[in-house]
């Protein structure tokens, strides 16, 4: 839209609107209409969220319902204290895979390169923003 966004405020607000199942996040929203989230999972956060057993995969444990519901309703919360399209997440999408460092994902003091990921992960970026979302995008509610 325009608005400048305040990416490292904005990231730690959706890493505590959804904790404990966020372990960290990367704003995506660049040149669009509406701002959105790349999430990195807390596995065994996540895990009791949706009550799944120790063999349960990474990939069965962030689709479970209650986490989806989990983060989307915490999304939500922020949402309603933070309405302006600077602060509010639209959707949300977990990554299957943890930040890469042969990719720079991770810089060397061990943060998450907000650009990298974006560039690394341009795929899921846009499945973020298609007109109809697939089933893994976490649409939060208005």
């Known amino acids: 839209t325009g608005t400048w966004v305040h990416v490292g405020t904005l990231r730690l607000a959706v890493i505590s609107a959804a904790a404990p199942a966020v372990q960290d996040a990367v704003i995506a929203g660049h040149d669009r209409g509406a701002l959105a989230a790349l999430l990195f999972p807390n596995i ?3 895990r009791a969220i949706a009550g799944l057993a120790k063999d ?3 990939a069965e444990i962030v689709a ?3 986490v989806r519901a989990h983060v989307a309703k915490g999304l939500a919360g922020h949402n309603a204290d933070n309405p ?5 997440i639209t ?3 977990f ?3 943890p930040p890469a460092i042969d990719a720079n994902e991770i810089t060397d003091k061990g943060y998450v390169n907000q650009r990298a990921v974006l560039e ?4 899921e970026v846009a499945r973020l923003y298609e007109a109809a979302p697939d089933p893994a995008v976490i649409v939060v509610a208005e």
């Open 91 to 93: 959707r949300a999408l």
């Open 120 to 123: 690394h992960r341009a795929g």
């Open 64 to 66: 479970h319902p209650r």
């Open 95 to 97: 990554l299957a895979t």
């Open 56 to 58: 349960a995969t990474a």
């Open 44 to 46: 065994e956060a996540c």
């Open 84 to 88: 302006g399209s600077s602060t509010a």
